[in-house]
């Protein structure tokens, strides 16, 4: 019966190495996947907005593609007399 009095008194002490056990785990992974890729670069400084710009539709649906989109001339077939 002993067994189940310990129980209570030592789940929190429990849950803590876990997490802590967890936690390094996690670290150790981190590392390992920063070390393999090495530093990143912030390309952010780039892609920062212009205030001076108004917010356009067309720059929210399509914001890769720099300055105003060109349409072509279409042709006119019809015949003109």
């Known amino acids: 019966m002993g067994i189940h009095y310990d129980y209570k008194s030592t789940k ?7 997490q802590a ?6 670290a150790e992974k981190k590392a390992k996947r920063l070390a393999k890729e090495g530093p ?18 067309d720059f929210l649906t399509n914001p890769n593609k720099e300055g105003k989109k060109k349409f072509k001339k279409k042709k006119n077939f019809s015949k003109k007399k």
């Open 12 to 18: 929190s002490a429990k849950l803590m190495e876990k």
């Open 21 to 26: 056990k967890r936690e390094k785990k996690l």
């Open 40 to 57: 990143k670069k912030d390309d952010n400084k780039d892609k920062a907005l212009d205030a001076s710009k108004p917010i356009t539709l």
